[in-house]
Nanobody, 118 residues
Framework: VQLQASGGGLVQAGGSLRLSCAAS????????MGWYRQAPGKEREWVAT???????NYADSVKGRFTISRDNAKDTVSLQMNSLKPEDTAVYYC?????????????WGQGTQVTVSS
């Protein structure tokens, strides 16, 4: 499974950005996709997940501001980020999970930088 992320950039606080991630390869066993982020000097943290059935979950820090969506026909997942804050600045990573393996198999895309200026 290969993941190609795009859409990062520089935005002022309060602004919006949309990240996209295109999946390719053996994606038939992918059960969920999502986004993680890693700020300088911090550990990678989970941001949002969407299952193949469309169920979504969000970290408390982004709930109400970010929306994750999935286009199964195009094998893409997107993250609409609104009301951005400087603390959202991080490298964002697309993630896909095959929950049918033990342990679960995680796939990662290359990161895309999001910078929010105050």
């Amino acid at each position: 499974v290969q993941l190609q992320a795009s859409g990062g950039g520089l935005v002022q606080a309060g602004g919006s950005l949309r990240l996209s991630c295109a999946a390719s390869g053996s994606i038939g066993n992918i059960n969920s996709m999502g986004w993680y982020r890693q700020a300088p000097g911090k550990e990678r943290e989970w941001v949002a997940t969407i299952t193949s059935g469309g169920s979504t979950n969000y970290a408390d820090s982004v709930k109400g501001r970010f929306t994750i969506s999935r286009d199964n026909a195009k094998d893409t997942v997107s993250l609409q980020m609104n009301s951005l804050k400087p603390e959202d600045t991080a490298v964002y990573y697309c993630n896909a999970v095959n929950t049918g393996t033990i342990p679960m198999t995680h796939y990662w895309g290359q990161g895309t930088q999001v910078t929010v200026s105050s």
